[in-house]
């Protein structure tokens, strides 16, 4: 088996303010990125879906994961009723203390009062072939805050989102990407068969089941480039930018210390 395309997108609306245009893409441009994937010959599927097959052995020949973060409520407005014309499945990881709320963890002002999903949008969505997973309940850092807090974070977000919608919750997605040893074990420990981190690289397909690598898709990407991207999977991380995102963790861990300590 070779590697596999995990999309991360996190918004699909017609306006969006400059700061988070990178996170944000148009309507009729996501609908131009399904037909690529499809013309492309991907089969998609959700993540509990890929991760079953792949355990039975019976994936089918190009496998492709499309994947929200956040649960903003421009998904059911805009990318749910898309998804569905393309008969797209998908996996929309929510962050459940803000379910009928806002966006209020995000740094950029503007964005804090963006509507989230509310139940009924989260239930609307089962019947239409997305998976909806947990992504924590207020969207923290997991790698540096306390594993009793992340603990709470990973476990309490999941009997959330199953108690509010009465289904299985059997994924997970760290806020970020950021995740340890200890933040893995922890969500295998809740109760998940799987999670996604970011990696910025295709997932390959010996990858830990609590660390799929996603590729972000920055707002900007044409259909070009994601075809372009599509055809020529990018190389396995290198060594040093694995290095380098230890280093980051030090600084955030250290910065997290300096802010309590303020
Ligand atoms: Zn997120």
Redo the contacts with the bound molecule.
Sequence with gaps: MSCLPILLY?SVDVTTSEPYRRWSIQPSLFAEHLEVISSLGFDCLTVSDYVDRRAGGALPPKPALITF??GRADFSEHAAPILATSGMPSTM?V?TAAIGRTSSWLPIPEERTKPMMTWADLRSLRSAGVELGA?SLS?PELDVISSKQARREISASREHLEDGLDLAVRSF?Y??GYHSRSVIKITRESGYDSACAVKDRWSEPDDDAFALSRLIIDGGTTAEQLESLLRNPPARQPREQRVLRLAWRTTRRAKRKLRRAA
Aim: charged share 20%; no cysteine.
């Design positions: 996190h973060d956040d990881y962050v992504h969207h997605a806020p970020h």
